[in-house]
């Protein structure tokens, strides 16, 4: 599968890192923006390694190319995640604002009638966010917040990361056995 996973300023970096590493075997396209880097810096420390190991997964990309094979329809990309996703990032798409790559390449998306999935980020969350999410819901984006279960009784954070990257798995469509699946009987 061709996916563009594109990582933005919200916290849950260690989510969008991880679902980079299983998502490898793909052919996958990274995009980082400018913002998220300074959040990388906070959330797992140096943001030069962090992207040489995303680097390690997929082809990188700057939110500033905004000429890069992402940013057109014609390179035939089935599906773009971005993980995590801020509530900017999230009203740029809402509203086909095209900035960066990022908000680019999901237009194109959404124009190509694509899979596009968010994974949005925020708590508590206003009216404008939720109108935000309601209109790309009706538009066919699948919106996966970051919120983990609790009933797999997770042990430590890695368990919590790959429960959310395990239901964005299951989106895709992607076997996996990241988290341990409902079976109470
Ligand atoms: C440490 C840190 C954590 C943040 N967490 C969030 C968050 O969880 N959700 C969110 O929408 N914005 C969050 N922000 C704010 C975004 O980074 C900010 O809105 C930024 O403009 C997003 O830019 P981008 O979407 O281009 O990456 C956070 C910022 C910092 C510095």
């Keep these: 599968m061709k996916i563009i996973l594109a990582l933005t300023g919200a916290s ?8 980079a590493e299983v998502l490898k075997r793909e052919e996958l396209s990274i995009v980082v923006s400018e913002n998220a880097k300074k959040v990388i810096e906070y959330e797992v420390g140096d943001a ?4 040489a190991e995303l680097g390690g997964y997929g082809k990188i990309y700057d939110e500033a190319e905004i000429d890069a094979p992402p940013a057109s329809g014609s390179a035939l990309f089935d599906t773009m995640v971005v993980c995590p996703c801020s509530m900017k990032t999230l009203s740029a798409i809402a509203n ?4 960066n790559l990022i908000t680019r390449s999901a237009d194109v998306m959404l124009k ?3 899979k596009l999935i968010l994974v949005p980020r925020e708590t508590p969350v206003s009216a404008i966010h ?8 009706r538009l066919g984006v699948v919106i996966l917040p970051a919120s ?6 997770p042990k430590k954070i890695e368990d919590m990361v790959d429960f959310v990257v395990g239901k964005i798995l299951d989106s895709l469509r992607i076997e996996n056995k990241l988290y341990k699946r409902w079976n109470a009987r």
């Design 12 to 19: 849950g970096i260690p989510i969008g890192i991880r679902l």
């Design 48 to 51: 030069k390694k962090a992207l």
């Design 96 to 99: 086909g604002y095209c900035h």
């Design 112 to 114: 190509e009638g694509r």
């Design 130 to 137: 939720l109108e935000n999410m309601l209109k790309l819901s």
């Design 148 to 153: 983990p279960a609790f009933y797999h009784k």
